[in-house]
């Protein structure tokens, strides 16, 4: 089946989970109202389904071409693109200032999780453009932004982000690229990244390259590494692309999936021909270039974890259509050959699909509500929200669209294992979203590391104080009237709280080494982001239940319903396990060496 946009739940999570409606309430953005924010979610929604859906096999299928180094992307991604960069979708939630509509980071998001569902491969490049542009308006000097902004905010032309090589991947202090100073105000780049999105394509006329690199007289390890801006062309003085600038794809990768998306091997400075590099420009201060990078890679792992939502929903769909159709063996009660979606079993995987892409819905709307928060009131609360929910956005929504898209083959049986149904697919595209922008591995720890122990903890035990809240308001309605719906969703919710506080509280008293901390952050982060997930879908419940007493009679709201009870008494069941494993896992993981000997 094709991809239909979800935008009745789009709509629901943002205005009763996330608090659209609240923060519109309250001011934060100006004249947006109702009308606005759907008519503009309906034009994504229609773009989604009648330009981008049709190329998902497409890109799959043709991938890109490399030769002679440039890159031509597949059959009509380059047609998509301009009707996208014409249309405005680039510049959603960036300034008027430079041309963008200035809307919230929050319609920014559901925006975004329509058109990388369509087509997951198209809509890498974006997300890297819009946080370039986040990362210059921040960082960059006025003569910078002047001369580069407009055209990328506008998406005539698009940008990457060069971190990784050979020797550097998740360890950036290992970088090798060198920066020198020129003596006009430029710099002379050389050396080599990988793994660069989009770094050589036929979809603009430019490409802005925004580059880690090393001063000579650099400090080592992270503390050394400056941010610098390497355009594919050269500018001319009317500011259009003039001569070829000193950079060059030397190869694209042969990836499990998304092949419609190029991920190339960048060489700067190769040939000499300007210099002795690439013509650069430094964005920000010198030896402050990872500071400015983490501008535009928080943006990225937002996006990255909307990922994981995009495709868990695009698989939910496919497979419950399938189910809906598929019949095979007889279901309790059946008097015949039964759709498969009767069977018990079946049912059970398509409620989990369902409940883990709900959940991290909304999770990253309530993320980038924070964000827009932070941003627009200079909410210092809002801001370590943002700051606590960014790495499990990341972290726990690629691993649910990771694991939904896993179920989404096993609902199609043998069929899910054969490439046209385009189950296979939506995996091997997936997949790669819990290792690139930080592991997943990397999320956990810089949550407990980094995040939790802020302020002596205050930040993470007002969002636990914010989470009993919700509960106690599940278990008001559940004893205020009939509301046998919710089952036990007040205690399990309870239970799982339990979980993560006590978790939460061993991790912030200290006294144990590092290897014991960081053996407790994967763990954690799983408590952490399931816990989360199950308290905003019963915040949604809660909504739900209020408007059906209220007289609306949509079976919609019962769903939502069900599915914040099934994650409640089927999967936050998993809470007290997880803290035991984030508390006493420290000691099984130092045992377990000797399993390698």
Same mark, same amino acid.
């Given at each position: 089946?094709?991809?239909?946009? !979800?935008?009745? /739940?789009?709509?629901?999570?943002?205005?009763?989970?996330?608090?659209?409606?609240?923060?519109?309430? @309250?001011?934060?953005?100006?004249?947006?109202?109702?009308?606005?924010?759907?008519?503009? %979610?309906?034009?994504?929604?229609?773009?989604?389904? $009648?330009?981008?859906?049709?190329?998902?096999?497409?890109?799959?299928?043709?991938?890109?071409?490399?030769?002679?180094?440039?890159?031509?992307?597949?059959?009509?991604?380059?047609?998509?693109?301009?009707?996208?960069?014409?249309?405005?979708?680039?510049?959603?939630?960036?300034?008027?200032?430079?041309?963008?509509?200035?809307?919230?980071?929050?319609?920014?998001?559901?925006?975004?999780?329509?058109?990388?569902?369509?087509?997951?491969?198209?809509?890498?490049?974006?997300?890297?453009?819009?946080?370039?542009?986040?990362? %210059?308006?921040?960082?960059?000097?006025?003569?910078?932004?002047?001369?580069?902004? !407009?055209?990328?905010?506008?998406?005539?032309?698009?940008?990457?982000?060069?971190?990784?090589?050979?020797?550097?991947?998740?360890?950036?202090? =290992?970088?090798?690229?060198?920066?020198?100073?020129? $003596?006009?105000?430029?710099?002379?780049?050389?050396?080599?990244?990988?793994?660069?999105?989009?770094?050589?394509?036929?979809?603009?006329?430019?490409?802005?390259?925004?580059?880690?690199?090393?001063?000579?007289?650099?400090?080592?390890?992270?503390?050394?590494?400056?941010?610098?801006?390497?355009?594919?062309?050269?500018?001319?003085?009317?500011?259009?692309?003039?001569?070829?600038?000193?950079?060059?794809?030397?190869?694209? /990768?042969?990836?499990?999936?998304?092949?419609?998306?190029?991920?190339?091997?960048?060489?700067?400075?190769?040939?000499?021909?300007?210099?002795?590099?690439?013509?650069?420009?430094?964005?920000? /201060?010198?030896?402050?270039?990872?500071?400015?990078?983490?501008?535009?890679?928080?943006?990225?792992?937002?996006?990255?974890?909307?990922?994981?939502?995009?495709?868990? @929903?695009?698989?939910?769909?496919?497979?419950?259509?399938?189910?809906?159709?598929?019949?095979?063996?007889?279901?309790?009660?059946?008097?015949?050959?039964?759709?498969?979606?009767?069977?018990?079993?079946?049912?059970?995987? %398509?409620?989990?699909?369902?409940?883990?892409?709900?959940?991290?819905?909304?999770?990253?709307?309530?993320?980038?509500?924070?964000?827009?928060?932070?941003?627009?009131?200079?909410?210092?609360?809002?801001?370590?929200?943002?700051? %606590?929910?960014?790495?499990?956005?990341?972290?726990?929504?690629?691993?649910?669209?990771?694991?939904?898209?896993?179920?989404?083959?096993?609902?199609?049986?043998?069929?899910?294992?054969?490439?046209?149904?385009?189950?296979?697919?939506?995996?091997?595209?997936?997949?790669?979203?819990?290792?690139?922008?930080?592991?997943?591995?990397?999320?956990?720890?810089?949550?407990?590391?980094?995040?939790?122990?802020?302020? $002596?903890?205050?930040?993470?035990?007002?969002?636990?104080?914010?989470?009993?809240?919700?509960?106690?308001?599940?278990?008001?309605?559940?004893?205020?009237?009939?509301?046998?719906?919710?089952?036990?969703?007040?205690?399990?919710?309870?239970?799982?709280?339990?979980?993560?506080?006590?978790?939460?509280?061993?991790?912030?008293?200290?006294?144990?080494?590092?290897?014991?901390?960081?053996?407790?952050?994967?763990?954690?982060?799983?408590?952490?982001?399931?816990?989360?997930?199950?308290?905003?879908?019963?915040?949604?419940?809660?909504?739900?239940?209020?408007?059906?007493?209220?007289?609306?009679?949509?079976?919609?709201?019962?769903?939502?319903?069900?599915?914040?009870?099934?994650?409640?008494?089927?999967? =936050?069941?998993?809470?007290?396990?997880?803290?035991?494993?984030?508390?006493?896992?420290?000691?099984?993981?130092?045992?377990?060496?000797?399993?390698?000997?």
């Amino acid at each position: 089946m094709t991809y239909r946009a !979800p935008l009745g /739940e789009i709509l629901f999570t943002l205005e009763h989970v996330a608090g659209l409606g609240v923060a519109v309430r @309250d001011g934060l953005f100006g004249g947006l109202d109702d009308d606005l924010v759907r008519a503009l %979610l309906d034009q994504a929604g229609s773009f989604a389904e $009648g330009v981008l859906a049709p190329l998902n096999r497409t890109g799959d299928v043709e991938g890109v071409r490399f030769a002679d180094g440039a890159v031509r992307t597949p059959t009509g991604f380059r047609d998509a693109y301009r009707r996208w960069a014409d249309a405005g979708w680039n510049g959603v939630a960036l300034p008027e200032e430079w041309g963008g509509a200035g809307l919230p980071v929050m319609l920014n998001t559901a925006v975004m999780e329509m058109h990388t569902a369509a087509c997951m491969a198209f809509g890498m490049g974006p997300v890297l453009t819009q946080g370039a542009s986040d990362a %210059l308006i921040a960082h960059a000097s006025e003569a910078l932004k002047a001369r580069w902004l !407009p055209k990328l905010v506008s998406g005539e032309w698009t940008a990457t982000m060069n971190l990784t090589e050979p020797q550097a991947g998740s360890d950036l202090g =290992l970088l090798r690229t060198r920066a020198v100073p020129a $003596g006009d105000g430029t710099y002379r780049i050389t050396g080599q990244k990988i793994f660069i999105t989009c770094g050589e394509h036929d979809l603009s006329d430019n490409i802005v390259h925004l580059v880690l690199a090393r001063l000579p007289d650099a400090p080592a390890g992270t503390k050394g590494i400056s941010l610098f801006l390497v355009p594919k062309r050269l500018l001319d003085e009317d500011g259009s692309p003039g001569a070829l600038n000193d950079v060059r794809c030397a190869g694209v /990768e042969h990836k499990l999936g998304l092949h419609g998306s190029p991920t190339c091997t960048m060489v700067f400075g190769e040939d000499g021909s300007l210099g002795g590099g690439a013509v650069g420009w430094l964005v920000g /201060e010198e030896n402050r270039g990872l500071a400015c990078m983490f501008t535009m890679m928080n943006r990225a792992r937002l996006a990255t974890g909307l990922q994981g939502v995009s495709i868990g @929903d695009r698989a939910y769909q496919q497979a419950l259509a399938f189910a809906q159709e598929r019949r095979q063996g007889r279901a309790p009660g059946a008097a015949g050959t039964s759709p498969i979606v009767d069977h018990p079993d079946v049912r059970r995987m %398509l409620l989990t699909m369902r409940a883990l892409t709900a959940a991290g819905r909304a999770i990253a709307y309530t993320t980038a509500e924070a964000i827009d928060r932070a941003e627009r009131g200079g909410d210092a609360a809002a801001q370590e929200r943002a700051d %606590l929910l960014t790495p499990v956005t990341k972290a726990f929504c690629t691993d649910a669209g990771i694991e939904v898209a896993s179920l989404g083959i096993q609902v199609h049986g043998g069929m899910g294992f054969v490439e046209e149904t385009g189950a296979a697919q939506l995996l091997r595209d997936v997949r790669i979203t819990s290792i690139y922008e930080g592991t997943n591995g990397i999320q956990a720890i810089d949550l407990v590391t980094r995040k939790l122990p802020r302020k $002596g903890g205050e930040p993470v035990r007002a969002m636990l104080a914010g989470w009993r809240a919700i509960v106690a308001d599940v278990a008001a309605d559940v004893a205020a009237a009939d509301a046998s719906a919710f089952g036990a969703m007040a205690p399990r919710l309870t239970e799982a709280l339990d979980a993560v506080e006590r978790a939460t509280g061993w991790l912030l008293a200290g006294g144990r080494d590092v290897e014991e901390t960081l053996a407790a952050a994967t763990p954690y982060m799983r408590l952490f982001g399931l816990t989360a997930g199950g308290v905003l879908l019963a915040k949604g419940a809660v909504a739900a239940l209020g408007l059906l007493r209220a007289g609306q009679d949509d079976p919609a709201l019962r769903g939502r319903i069900a599915t914040a009870r099934f994650y409640a008494e089927d999967l =936050l069941t998993a809470a007290p396990g997880l803290a035991q494993t984030t508390m006493e896992g420290g000691a099984t993981l130092r045992a377990g060496v000797d399993a390698f000997a």
